[in-house]
């Protein structure tokens, strides 16, 4: 919901605080009860960030999620945590967001949900059907099998090192679609750059640019392959994509560097 895991962990603490500071004698589900009490956080917290992103530097990007192959799994299904969806989320209101997510990413009631978020059930039918429409018309497309957004990624990578305009040309789709959040913190393009040629000319044209101790490395986030950027052993991007396993159909560039602090720490071990 909100995009950011310092933002989720703040919510998380807080919904505890409240709860084992209230009476819980009546409470029949313990688990409903902190699901309303995050959901309604959530929604509180998405209010005042709208208010913060409205002075924000550029293009507001979620925070890349880490989930390294091999960790626990996962409750929901790694769709539902891409990046690309994640930022498609960003669209919706707070509420319509928190609507669709407990309905369709959780599984709770029209019901349920409406006394979640202190609404009549019509109103959250409605909500519901609102979000569902914009998310069907926008939603992210993704690759049949892992193995196939794994060759464009690493394609990427190969043609960004040898600065191959050719060969990153042919990966993209004509009208693929590059974002990128500094935040003002670090160099972004401020507007979304379209066209496979303009975005094939930017990144062979920072290949040439980049630093000594560049590298590129593949990893793991938000459940699918990205690129890791490195100078020396500072972490300077992160590189996401939406694929449909034959074409790069967008990119998520991070250069914030306080959104990558997270990652940063968690794959050096600082």
């Known amino acids: 919901m909100l995009g950011s895991r310092a933002a989720a962990e703040d919510a998380v603490q807080e919904a505890f605080a409240r709860w084992y500071a209230a009476p819980r004698d009546s409470v029949r589900s313990e688990g409903a009860l902190l699901t309303t009490m995050v959901t309604r956080i959530c929604i509180d917290q998405l209010k005042s960030a709208q208010a913060k992103r409205e002075v924000y530097v550029g293009e507001w990007l979620p925070e890349p999620l880490e989930t390294q192959a091999g960790a626990a799994t996962m409750p929901i299904d790694l769709e539902s945590i891409s990046y690309a969806f994640l930022t498609l989320l960003q669209t919706l209101t707070p509420l319509e967001r928190a609507v669709y997510l407990l309905r369709e990413v959780f599984g709770y009631s029209h019901g349920e949900v409406a006394r979640m978020t202190g609404r009549e059930e019509a109103a959250v ?97 938000n459940g699918w392959p990205a690129v890791a950027v490195w100078v020396e052993s500072d972490l300077r991007s992160v590189i996401s994509f939406e694929t449909d396993g034959a074409r790069i159909l967008a990119i998520y560039a991070m250069v914030n560097p306080e959104k990558l602090a997270r990652l940063a720490s968690a794959w050096t071990g600082s």
């Open 125 to 221: 039918r409605q909500l519901h059907h609102r979000a569902r429409e914009a998310i069907l018309a926008r939603r992210p497309r993704f690759a049949a099998n892992r193995s196939e957004h794994e060759r464009l990624v690493a394609g990427f990578v190969a043609a960004c090192r040898s600065g191959d305009f050719d060969g990153l040309h042919a990966l993209l789709a004509d009208e693929a679609v590059l974002r990128s959040d500094g935040g003002g913190k670090a160099p972004a393009i401020s507007r979304p750059l379209r066209g496979a040629a303009p975005i094939a000319k930017a990144y062979t044209g920072f290949a040439r640019m980049a630093p000594a101790g560049t590298k590129l490395e593949v990893r793991e986030v």
